[in-house]
């Protein structure tokens, strides 16, 4: 079974410019998280959609962040302006349950793709 | 509220001797809970998870950790620690019935020779 696919592994980017990250998440999995980490610290939830609809989106700064996963499949989560904060490893994840049960059926993270702003 | 906090953020041990890496949790709901690794520039690996069945969970590589409701713990053990082991340790919380994981701040396990 592939992985969850994340692309591009590193970027490094200037304030204020804009940056797209994308996520394919494992093939049938109907839940797909992003998170953000932020070095020296545990991966904290960005988003969450179950399917192509978002579950919760409670701590995505809205006003420069934006996700969306169009057909339920894969996903792009992008910043714009950026801002030295983002600096940080944005992960993907994919369960195949929905909601509550993916605790039981368990979660796959993507290798992350490490964001740089200067 | 629901949080995790793990008590070291650095744990140091000799190679061969046993490591305890510390965790409590607060939840309004009866708790799931996990215990992630992540080694250098790679992806989050599951050691184990407790989902509300037997209170003592085995995971890989030799890892266990014991749910105590009581103390609203879930620490993580392993009897003799090996050279790969050196990590980081994230205990992880599952919020309610959302799907969402609550990340403590991590633990990081050195292995000295």
């Known amino acids: 079974e592939a992985g969850v696919a994340q692309s591009p592994r590193y970027k490094i980017i200037e304030k204020r410019q804009s940056v797209a990250f994308w996520c394919n998440p494992i093939s049938g999995h109907a839940t797909l998280y992003w998170y953000q980490q932020i070095l020296g610290q545990g991966p904290k939830l960005l988003i969450q959609?179950?399917?192509?609809?978002?579950?919760?989106d409670s701590q995505l700064p809205k006003d420069r962040f934006s996700a969306e996963r169009l057909k339920g499949v894969d996903s792009t989560l992008k910043i714009q302006p950026a801002k030295l904060e983002d600096s940080a490893v944005y992960l993907c994840a994919s369960s195949a349950a929905g909601t509550g049960d993916s605790y039981n059926y368990g979660y796959t993270f993507g290798s992350g793709t490490r964001l740089t702003v200067v | 509220a629901q949080s995790v906090t793990q008590l070291d953020s650095h744990v140091s041990v000799s190679e061969g001797t046993p490591v305890l890496l510390r965790c409590n949790y607060s939840?309004?709901?009866?708790?799931?809970l996990f215990w992630y690794v992540q080694h250098p520039n790679k992806g989050l690996q599951l050691l184990l998870k407790?989902?509300?069945?037997?209170?003592l969970v085995k995971g890989i590589n030799g890892f266990e950790a014991e749910f105590k409701k009581s103390e609203t713990s879930f620490h993580l053990t392993k009897p003799s620690a090996h050279m790969s082991d050196a990590a980081e340790y994230f205990c992880?919380?599952?919020?309610?019935?959302?799907?969402?994981?609550?990340f403590g701040q991590g633990t990081t396990l050195q292995v000295k020779p």
């Open positions: 407790y989902t509300s069945a037997a209170t």
């Open positions: 939840s309004s709901y009866s708790p799931s």
């Open positions: 959609f179950q399917n192509n609809g978002v579950v919760d």
């Open positions: 992880v919380l599952g919020s309610g019935n959302t799907g969402k994981l609550i």
